[in-house]
Nanobody, 125 residues
Framework: QVQLVESGGGLVQAGGSLRLSCAASGRTFSSYAMGWFRQAPGKEREFVAAISWSAGSTYYADSVKGRFTISRDNAKNTVYLHVNSLKPEDTAVYYC??????????????????WGQGTQVTVSS
């Protein structure tokens, strides 16, 4: 069992930056691949970024490539999402998720076993 708690969201102006954190409980955090998803008002939840258990591989949605960076610190049981050059369309609740093993890909919600409650990011124009 892995419990995930996101933090770091807030209100920021367009062009600004934030660092989202996801703290995980459990001694097996380092064995999980981790992902970030987001859900904007009135829209379905969508994939943002993912990172393998060793941080050797990272994956990004096209919409955030070059602006967002995912990283992890297994010693701190934490995964981060650095979000830069924010746009109003990045406004959403951001969720982190843990996957014991990818069966097919890193971007499908069904690949993930545990989810956090989310942190709100609001970007003003």
């Amino acid at each position: 069992q892995v419990q995930l708690v996101e933090s770091g969201g807030g209100l920021v102006q367009a062009g600004g930056s934030l660092r989202l954190s996801c703290a995980a409980s459990g001694r097996t955090f380092s064995s999980y691949a981790m992902g970030w998803f987001r859900q904007a008002p009135g829209k379905e939840r969508e994939f943002v970024a993912a990172i393998s258990w060793s941080a050797g591989s990272t994956y990004y949605a096209d919409s955030v490539k070059g602006r967002f960076t995912i990283s992890r610190d297994n010693a701190k049981n934490t995964v981060y999402l650095h979000v830069n050059s924010l746009k109003p369309e990045d406004t959403a609740v951001y969720y982190c998720a843990a996957a014991a093993q990818y069966e097919s890909n890193s971007y499908s919600e069904g690949e993930y076993d545990f989810w956090g409650q989310g942190t709100q990011v609001t970007v003003s124009s």
